[in-house]
């Protein structure tokens, strides 16, 4: 066949689409519009898809399973940009949901096992300590005596220790209790926590180097993409809170940060990540959080990098193209 006679790539709005997307989301909005635009330039078409409407049905769902939009074949592949709150039960049924498009071979990006193990702040740590990550140390109980034994020991000792409710988010409900108060700090009421006692060494950021700060490093495919400092006007430096965003070139990021924000991303097992760390006296590094649906509005706005298309291009590359011998 003369090269001349070989069939030309057909026009991009002819193309057929490459193939069908879920975003789990409940409230699509910015992000949503992103990353449908991003599979578009992909060729691949989504649709938006609540959690909450899908279901298990074993007679009449495609291998068990209901989702709207989907009625005559599952997606190709699920991107999980939001679960919405609810009961555990729901909340375990939208998780089943994921779970069972993974046993029956659909790429879900993160994976609802990723998604339970960032969502739950005491398997994060377990896990970060596990892969020898740095994390400050902690403690997660549900007797309130050991709590209290544990936060005397620490305040004694002159240490700030941290309360956060075990699936909190945005620094919602986080306490510290600070060494040498007068009178002696005391244990919250755990029924302000649903009975869990998660405590954590208070790290101190607030000295030197501008004030209170933390660091977010958004994490694709394995590797640090873009960074920002968050800048709070008190300890709790997320942007819910009042933090304010400042951008970090990746070139000139310290190395060390990059590489933690990477090797905890795959301690929890996740194809992205937000990672939170902190820097303490002595410049000593921390990582307290993986976020494993982290939004990246406030990145976009400091960095050059589509971070949509980088997300959308890693789910395809490692999970839906074929390997080359497949293929022939
Ligand atoms: N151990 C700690 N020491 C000092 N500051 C902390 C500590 N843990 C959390 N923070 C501050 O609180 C914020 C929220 O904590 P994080 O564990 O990330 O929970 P959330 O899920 O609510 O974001 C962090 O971004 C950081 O600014
Ligand atoms: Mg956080």
């Known amino acids: 066949m003369s090269l001349t006679s070989l069939p030309r790539p057909m026009p991009r709005t002819m193309r057929p689409a490459a193939g069908r997307i879920a975003i789990a989301t409940d409230d699509p909005g910015w992000h949503g519009a992103q990353l449908r635009r991003a599979f578009k330039a ?44 609810g009961t555990l039960e729901q909340v375990v049924l939208r998780l089943d949901i994921l779970h069972a498009l993974r046993e029956i071979g659909i790429p879900v990006y993160n994976s609802a096992r990723a998604v339970e193990r960032s969502v739950d702040k005491a398997m994060t740590s377990f896990l970060l300590k596990n892969a020898g990550i740095p994390t400050p140390p902690t403690w997660v109980t549900e007797s309130a005596a050991q709590a209290r034994s544990i936060l005397l020991r620490e305040t004694v000792a002159g240490r700030d220790v941290v309360i956060k409710p075990l699936f909190g988010s945005q620094g919602a409900g986080l306490q510290r209790l600070q060494a040498g108060a007068k009178p002696p700090v005391k244990l919250p009421e755990l029924a302000e926590y649903n009975q869990v006692c ?108 589509n971070i949509a298309q980088a997300l959308v291009d890693d789910l395809i590359a490692r999970h839906l193209s074929q390997p080359l011998e497949a293929v022939c």
């Not at 409407?53 to 074993?58: E, F, P, Q, S, T």
Request: net charge neutral; glycine share 12%.
């Open 42 to 85: 992909r060729a691949y078409s989504s649709v938006y898809v609540k959690l909450e409407d899908c279901r298990i049905d074993l007679q009449h769902g495609i291998q068990g399973i209901v989702m709207p939009g989907f009625d005559a074949r599952l997606p190709d592949a699920v991107f999980v940009r939001g679960i919405a709150a």
């Open 198 to 305: 998660y405590l954590q060494s208070f790290v101190e950021t607030g000295r030197g180097q501008g004030g209170w700060h933390d660091y977010r490093i958004f994490v694709i495919g394995g590797v640090a993409v873009a960074a920002l400092i968050r800048r709070g006007s008190n300890w709790i430096n997320n942007v819910a809170q009042g933090g304010r965003c400042e951008t970090v070139a990746m070139d000139a990021m310290d190395g060390h940060m990059k590489r933690l924000a990477q090797d905890a991303t795959r301690a929890v097992g996740m194809d992205y990540a937000g990672v939170d760390i902190l820097r303490g006296a002595d410049n000593q590094l921390f990582v307290i959080e993986v976020n494993s649906m982290p939004a990246w509005q406030g990145l976009q706005r400091v960095t050059e990098k």
